[in-house]
């Protein structure tokens, strides 16, 4: 079982920067693929980014540019660094931890979300 603990929302103006964190449990943290994901009210949860075991990455094209994801193995946690923040940025961001073996899918966990508002 891993717990994801998201930290960090709150509310940035727009152009401004927040980091986000998220802290897992257990010791396998380095074998997930992480990822956040963002969410508004009456919309489908969407990806924003993704960070494999080996460091890749990926962005949803409307952040490109502008968020990096990272993961510290050592310290268990992945962050998502949003620069140059617009109001459509706003949502609720959850961290995603996804283990795979042989591209089979045998664990996903979510943490409880933390809020994001970019407004003036």
């Known amino acids: 079982q891993v717990q994801l603990v998201e930290s960090g929302g709150g509310l940035v103006q727009p152009g401004g920067s927040l980091r986000l964190s998220c802290a897992a449990s257990?010791?396998?943290?380095?074998?997930?693929?992480m990822a956040w994901y963002r969410q508004t009210a009456g919309k489908q949860r969407e990806l924003v980014a993704a960070?494999?075991?080996?460091?890749?990455?990926n962005y949803e094209d409307s952040v490109k540019g502008r968020f990096t994801i990272s993961r510290d193995n050592a310290k268990n946690t992945v962050y998502l660094q949003m620069n140059n923040s617009k109001p459509e940025d706003t949502a609720v961001y959850y961290c995603?931890?996804?283990?795979?073996?042989?591209?089979?899918?045998?664990?996903?966990?979510w943490g409880q979300g933390t809020q994001v508002t970019v407004s003036s």
């Open positions: 960070i494999t075991t080996g460091g890749i990455t």
């Open positions: 257990g010791s396998l943290f380095s074998l997930y693929a």
């Open positions: 995603n931890a996804r283990r795979y073996r042989s591209a089979k899918l045998l664990s996903d966990y």
